[in-house]
């Protein structure tokens, strides 16, 4: 292994995770700086739920995909959903194992489902840029952090797909290029809207809480009464 | 002025100095989530019916404020404007355009809301660009005119004092004839009354029949209750220009009666915006915590039926039914299933309408706008989707648990041919009330009299 590839999979992502959690830490700062708003409201609805209740239900929702309508009636845009994010698990997964765990990737099971996950991912993400260009809504709702961060993923997701057998006796070119745009994704991701999982706990138990209180959430679907 | 960009109209900076007075963290929470993954844009009563035109999509709308919070409030969109889509608004035509998306093509209904992933509530910050814009003045006509009613009259129409005392002595000749009982009374500010009930404006001025069935119903339950003379109205149009100063002071206005004619519950009649306004953002708005119970009227008359305190008869109502879920209601304070326990008891044939509860469409008429005539044909080629629910129901009449409602259907049924009665369920108890033991009682007694006096 070359230095500089020792540099890129060791000091550089390092160093890019670091400048990532500070980045982090002071949005989240940023974010705790605003007031939550109080909510004196009595409670309302059937009065089997509460606030907790409907924070829990709010948080699982999204494993939950028939509690939603949007993701109940589009069942293929939900498996894009899963399929990209598991890819992003398995890349990041593969970020750490190359450099810190390479007798991991001994066993051919592992490489083969991370280039499975990494590679469905990379499909999804080529699905989704032509959905971001050719639909007229996407189009108009996307801006340049959205065209960006998509088309970063989705090149990092096929050059983890590529680097999943830590294989550098062909060239280092494949592994050199991962941790690059490893270290890249890293600091970018806190500016843009890739950081929106640090938000989803606090917007979904916000809802939740709110919805909870006033009997919204659980949605119900099926009377809850008995008298007919 | 130079190009418009460099100096901020007057009214432009005020609206970007109060949007940091009013940024809480559910709201920044909901400004920032956003990954504008279009999961939401189906969603909207307004997509649908304007295929092709993503200037109606939730995201697409949301950004139009998102903007402004990411220019001023939000370091990213300090860094790198451009990149997230951030900017600023300079003059007052701008402040006008964003007029016409905050109010003319969004009801406020959070469909959007429970369909997006990440917990984006655009109907709360939506909510809040409005009443940014009502600060300097920039609103539909309507929508100044029904604020000053309530800010000056006490209530949303103009009703003064003595038509509405006039109105309630009205009905009250009206609930002795029916009932045949001269001794029957709709109490006005009787104290110590276990409920104190307060209606919509719009039962006085054009549906006083409602104020009728309602009292038939306490009267047959033998109800101790009361109407205050005073904050006798329990709709806010707080809630629908999104200033929290109206919606508090309309809110304190309705408690302090109650409070004042020492009552023991306060009782709504049935309306989804009045409703949400008072037993559950009232509170917040008014920053007070009310001490009484609070219920909707769909609750108390279900419960006079379960306890015993009315019987009812639902072939009294033949014909076939639906419900429409208020948005306000049902999706922002689950009052979904007493409804409907109620009016299987008061109808023989009562369909769902799908989707319904707190995934039911927007009548059209939510978020006021019913008071903003100038986005009248947008409002009805939006109820596409509402009369499509309506016709596949395969009903003769939609009942509904609002005023609101009851007028933005109507719209919908004329526009579309939908074929449809519109009422609400109040309407229906009275009419299924089982009367003829108490009414052949007091026609004895009232007869009785009738011989004495001639
Ligand atoms: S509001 Fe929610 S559903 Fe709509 S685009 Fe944004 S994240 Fe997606
Ligand atoms: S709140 Fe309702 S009307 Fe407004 S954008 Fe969302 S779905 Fe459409």
Redesign the pocket.
């Known amino acids: 292994m070359s230095n500089i590839l020792h540099f890129s999979e060791h000091t550089l992502q390092e160093i890019a995770l670091v400048f990532m959690a500070t980045v982090y830490f002071l949005r989240i700062k940023w974010f705790l700086k605003w007031t939550l708003g109080k909510e004196r409201q009595p409670a309302t609805g059937m009065g089997d739920t509460n606030p907790k209740k409907g924070a829990r239900y709010s948080l699982g929702m999204i494993i939950k995909p028939w509690t939603m309508e949007s993701t109940r009636t589009k069942p293929f845009m939900y498996a894009q959903f899963v399929l990209f994010h598991l890819g992003v698990v398995a890349a990041i997964a593969l970020s750490f194992i190359i450099p810190y765990g390479p007798g991991l990737l001994k066993s051919a099971a592992l490489v083969s489902a991370i280039q499975f996950m990494t590679g469905a991912a990379f499909i999804v993400g080529i699905m989704r840029i032509i959905r971001r260009i050719s639909n007229p809504y996407m189009r108009a709702i996307s801006s340049p952090d959205d065209h960006f961060s998509l088309i970063l993923l989705t090149s990092w997701f096929a050059f983890a797909s590529m680097a999943a057998s830590n294989d550098i006796s062909g060239g280092e070119g494949i592994m050199q290029t991962f941790f690059l745009l490893t270290a890249f994704f890293l600091m970018y991701v806190p500016f843009s809207k890739i950081s929106h999982y640090l938000y989803y706990p606090f917007t979904r138990t916000y809802m939740g809480r709110s919805f909870g209180r006033r009997g919204v959430f659980p949605l119900r679907k099926k009377p809850a009464y008995d008298t007919v | 002025m130079n190009n418009g960009k460099d100096v901020r109209s007057y009214k432009a900076q005020k609206v970007i100095d109060r949007m940091g007075q009013k940024l809480s963290r559910q709201i920044v929470g909901s400004l920032t989530a956003c990954v504008h993954c279009g999961m939401?844009t189906d969603?909207?009563?307004?997509?649908l019916a304007n295929p092709g035109d993503p200037t109606?999509a939730?995201a697409y709308?949301a950004d139009l404020i998102r903007k402004l919070f990411k220019h001023h409030y939000d370091w990213t969109g300090k860094v790198f404007p451009k990149w997230v889509k951030a900017g600023s608004v300079y003059t007052d035509q701008e402040l006008e355009e964003l007029k016409d998306t905050v109010f003319g093509?969004?009801?406020?209904?959070?469909?959007?809301?429970i369909n997006c992933p990440m917990g984006v509530d655009?109907?709360t910050f939506?909510r809040m660009a409005r009443g940014l814009l009502c600060h300097v003045g920039i609103m539909p006509e309507g929508v100044e005119y029904v604020a000053k009613e309530q800010w000056e009259i006490g209530n949303q129409m103009g009703v003064l004092k003595e038509d509405f005392i006039g109105t309630i002595e009205w009905q009250e000749e009206e609930l002795q004839e029916e009932m045949q009982d001269p001794t029957a009374k709709i109490p006005i500010d009787k104290m110590n009354a276990d409920i104190v009930y307060t209606v919509n404006p719009r039962e006085v001025k054009h549906d006083p029949r409602s104020i009728l069935d309602a009292a038939k119903i306490f009267y047959m339950a033998g109800e101790n209750y009361t109407m205050p003379s005073e904050g006798w109205d329990m709709t806010n149009f707080g809630l629908f220009n999104g200033d929290d100063d109206l919606g508090g002071a309309v809110a304190a206005r309705v408690y302090d009666n109650v409070r004042e004619l020492k009552g023991k519950k306060l009782v709504m009649s049935e309306c989804g915006h009045g409703y949400r306004s008072t037993r559950c953002e009232g509170p917040n708005w008014a920053k007070q915590d009310i001490e009484f119970e609070a219920e909707s009227s769909v609750i108390t008359m279900l419960r006079y039926i379960k306890e015993g305190k009315i019987k009812v008869d639902k072939t009294k109502n033949p014909g076939s039914y639906t419900f429409h879920d208020s948005?306000n209601n049902a999706r922002s304070c689950g009052l979904t299933e007493e409804p409907r326990e109620l009016l299987s008891l008061v109808v023989e044939d009562f369909r769902e309408m799908y989707p319904n509860r707190a995934e039911n469409y927007?009548c059209t008429g939510?978020?006021g706008a019913m008071s903003m005539s100038e986005y009248k044909s947008r409002r009805l080629k939006s109820g596409k989707v509402k009369a499509e629910q309506l016709s596949a129901t395969g009903a003769k009449v939609v009942v509904t648990s609002c005023h609101n409602c009851v007028d933005g259907l109507t719209d919908i049924i004329g526009h579309y041919n939908v074929g449809m009665g519109v009422t609400q369920l109040v309407n229906l108890v009275a009419n299924a009330l089982v009367v003829d033991d108490r009414i052949s009682e007091n026609a004895m007694k009232y007869a009785g009299e009738e011989a004495v006096t001639a």
């Open positions: 939401c969603s909207c009563h307004y997509v109606y939730p709308k093509k969004c009801t406020n209904c959070r469909r959007c809301t655009l109907a939506n948005c927007c939510g978020g």
